[in-house]
């Protein structure tokens, strides 16, 4: 069966092209995608090179990840099942992750028109739930789990270092569950989208010292620390800030650097957590808390291109030269 994907040829290169999906079985599905949304950090160090997979960074030696369809996210229309399928019918809105494929790298790919799935790995988008705001399900997944991770009281204070999507919704869960917020990045622009007030708080760390801004909102200490982006060393200089028993969340791509020191993590007794990809669970209370209005994914997307312009999507994020948040990819 041909469909259209969007293809990583080499590193650096980006192509809209036809490739082949194989004939879906009696328990799987084909999805027409309508949306998909870009995961910029995992399928940007993909398109550089820098890893393999989607946690394990690319080593000297290693064969390159090409040709690759990358993405693992996107909202479309059920346009056919097969005779055994029972939980999804023709017609229905959905959330697909990855569709079968062939001739690839790996097996699987995310930004396909037609997606072969297994039913159970579709989740239907409830009707007052937009399919664009669904379409980046696993990542918003993926920042939920982060602010999920740790216990917390009412009125404790979480530290997210990251002003990237999952640092937004790993910021939006932990304050949804009551704790008062302090987000930490370098860009103004993406702080913005994390309004100040009722608990919650911005630091540039370019301008400010995190340490003397995070200690006049909790002199008494942060309970949570989650790392969604940059260096891992920066969890280390935010270590004297931590309470006793305090949580760290690790969730960033670490590429070679991903030493901690365990020993230091003993003074205050500190818990170290690594989420890492995606469970039913998790969606389905991810997808619950964006239909109750309580995570916010819209308001997050600063991009949509027409999938023909892929590349041009691609140079967006690669360059950096503008606010980059979340980009979208239309398809229908």
């Known amino acids: 069966m041909k469909a259209m994907a969007v293809v990583f040829p080499d590193r650096l290169k980006v192509e809209y092209r036809e490739v082949t999906v194989p004939e879906p079985g009696p328990y799987e599905i084909v999805v027409r995608t309508h949306y998909s949304w870009i995961s ?43 005779d055994s399928v029972q939980l999804v019918q023709p017609g229905e809105w959905v959330f697909c992750p990855m569709g079968r494929i062939d001739g690839m790298y790996e097996a699987w790919g995310g930004h396909i028109s037609l997606k072969v799935a297994h039913e159970t790995q579709v989740w239907k988008i409830p009707e007052d739930v ?27 204070v979480a530290l997210v270092i990251g002003d990237g999507m999952v640092g937004h919704w790993a910021a939006q869960t932990l304050h949804w569950r009551g704790a008062k917020v302090i987000l930490a990045g370098k860009h103004d622009d993406r702080l913005s989208f994390f309004p100040e007030g009722n608990n919650r708080y911005r630091v540039n760390v370019t301008r400010q010292d995190i340490l003397e801004v995070v200690r006049a909102i909790a002199p008494c200490g942060i309970q949570v620390l989650v790392h969604s982006s940059g260096p891992l060393s920066s969890v280390m200089e935010c270590h004297p800030l931590m309470k006793h028993d305090g949580h760290i969340v690790s969730a960033g791509f670490i590429k070679e650097d991903s030493l901690i020191d365990v020993q230091r993590l003993r003074f205050g007794e500190l818990a170290l957590h690594c989420p890492s990809g995606w469970s039913r669970q998790r969606m389905d209370e991810t997808l619950s808390l964006i239909a109750s209005g309580y995570l916010d994914t819209e308001s997050l997307i600063t991009h949509r291109f027409p999938v023909k312009d892929a590349a041009e999507a691609w140079n967006v994020i690669i360059a950096r030269t503008e606010t980059v948040l979340g980009v979208i990819l239309e398809w229908v």
């Open 40 to 82: 910029n950090g995992t399928e940007g160090s993909l398109l550089r090179g820098e890893r393999v997979n989607g946690e394990t960074p690319y080593k000297p030696g290693d064969r390159w990840p090409f040709p690759i369809v990358a993405g693992y996210q996107s909202t479309g229309i059920v346009e056919s099942v097969g």
């Open 130 to 156: 937009s399919p664009i705001a669904a379409s980046g399900l696993v990542l918003t997944q993926v920042g939920y789990n982060c602010g999920i991770r740790a216990p917390i009281n009412i009125s404790d």
